[in-house]
T-cell receptor, first 109, second 113 residues
Framework: AQRVTQPEKLLSVFKGAPVELKCNYSYSGSPELFWYVQYSRQRLQLLLRHISRESIKGFTADLNKGETSFHLKKPFAQEEDSAMYYCALKSGGYQKVTFGTGTKLQVIP | GAVVSQHPSRVICKSGTSVKIECRSLDFQATTMFWYRQFPKKSLMLMATSNEGSKATYEQGVEKDKFLINHASLTLSTLTVTSAHPEDSSFYIC?????????FGPGTRLTVL
């Protein structure tokens, strides 16, 4: 069975400081990993996926299969980055997505 | 982009009654939709995978007779909470898949009195 772990419930950083939201996974197959973001009073939306190797809103995430991690990083946090961030893993024939428990990022002005 | 809607956004019902929640993909067809439940300050828990034209696939621990899912068309899936109890109060979110991306609905807040 797959599992996604986000060890931090809350991460507070000052504006301009670097951000790293941790995500570890366990999955026997070849994983497909995502980060989703939920801003206050908005719906969940895809932030980025590992296969795209993209940078969205300054965020990047690298899949490290050796450490089974997919940490989300941004060099300089902005106030508008404050939100809930969920790491997710997609698997199975129906492409079921398993979510981590989420990390609330709070950027202090 | 792809848009998913849910109706109603908020519902309050009495214990013992049934509540139906609709999930629609507005500008695309979705053969597969997913139903999640989100507890306060916790993650989204996948309840079931809804497949157009066939029975839903329920996750372990989710009662299929209590949470009835119907995916009658490529743009509509419904979740019916039967004989609702206060412990069923939660935030229910659906998502629909389009081109290898999941798009989420805004969620439905269910309160059972």
């Amino acid at each position: 069975a797959q599992r996604v772990t986000q060890p931090e419930k809350l991460l507070s950083v000052f504006k301009g400081a670097p951000v790293e939201l941790k995500c570890n996974y366990s999955y026997s197959g070849s994983p497909e990993l995502f980060w989703y973001v939920q801003y206050s009073r908005q719906r969940l939306q895809l932030l980025l996926r590992h296969i795209s190797r993209e940078s969205i809103k300054g965020f990047t995430a690298d899949l490290n299969k050796g450490e089974t991690s997919f940490h989300l990083k941004k060099p300089f946090a902005q106030e508008e980055d404050s939100a809930m961030y969920y790491c997710a893993l997609k698997s199975g024939g129906y492409q079921k997505v398993t979510f981590g428990t989420g990390t609330k990022l709070q950027v202090i002005p | 982009g792809a848009v998913v809607s849910q109706h109603p956004s908020r519902v309050i019902c009495k214990s013992g009654t049934s509540v139906k929640i609709e999930c629609r993909s507005l500008d695309f067809q979705a053969t597969t939709m997913f139903w999640y439940r989100q507890f306060p300050k916790k993650s989204l828990m996948l309840m079931a995978t809804s497949n157009e034209g066939s029975k839903a696939t329920y996750e372990q621990g989710v009662e299929k007779d209590k949470f009835l899912i119907n995916h009658a068309s490529l743009t509509l899936s419904t979740l019916t909470v039967t004989s609702a109890h206060p412990e069923d109060s939660s935030f229910y979110i659906c998502s629909a898949r389009s081109a290898n991306t999941q798009y989420f609905g805004p969620g439905t807040r269910l309160t059972v009195l």
